[in-house]
Each structure stands twice: as C-alpha cells, then as structure tokens.
C-alpha cells in the first residue's frame, strides 16, 4: 500500500470550504498602523502634505475619518506631484 494516502487524508470539497481562515489582521497590525500614519503625519508625508478639502483639516493633520484618507486628499497630492519635475539623484548630486 502506498504512503500517500495516509499523509493525505481524503476530505469531501464541502468540508475543506468550511476550514475557518485565520483573522484578517492582529493588534500587532493593527498599532503599526497607527505607527505609519502618525509617522506620515508628523514628517508631512504622502497624502498628508497637502490639506483635506472634504473634513477641512490643515496639512500636517490626519483626516477626522480616522483609518482612511479622504479621496479628495489623494487626488490633490496626486495632481501635486504630477506638476513636480522629478530629478534622478545621481544629476541633483551632479548640480
């Protein structure tokens, strides 16, 4: 009799659909999170570094929707960066 079998027990495709999957996330997740965006906001990174237009708070600020960033903020730090001229490291050290 070959080995196989006994590593692999058979399992209906019904009972294998009803394993429960791990959580989503954990507290550790979720306070380095936290960590990022106070991170973000402090140094004026990212989507912070332009004020929101829908919750009205000032650069620098988290959004008074606390685990997301309006998108009216994302698309402004977009269209911020789309009119930056991007310059290669190695030619700014040049300069």
């Given at each position: 009799m070959s080995p196989i079998p006994a590593l692999f027990p058979r399992q209906s495709p019904r009972s294998a659909v009803r394993t429960p999957a791990p959580p989503a996330y954990s507290a550790g997740l979720d306070a380095m999170l936290d960590a990022v965006y106070e991170t973000h906001r402090?140094?004026?990174?990212?989507?912070?570094?332009?004020?929101?237009?829908?919750?009205?708070?000032?650069?620098?600020?988290?959004?008074?929707?606390?685990?997301?960033?309006?998108?009216?903020?994302?698309?402004?730090?977009?269209?911020?960066?789309?009119?930056h001229e991007r310059t290669p490291l190695l030619a700014a050290v040049a300069r």
């Open positions: 402090r140094f004026r990174h990212g989507v912070y570094a332009v004020p929101c237009t829908t919750c009205h708070v000032p650069a620098g600020e988290l959004c008074l929707a606390r685990r997301s960033v309006h998108a009216a903020r994302r698309q402004a730090h977009r269209d911020r960066l789309a009119h």
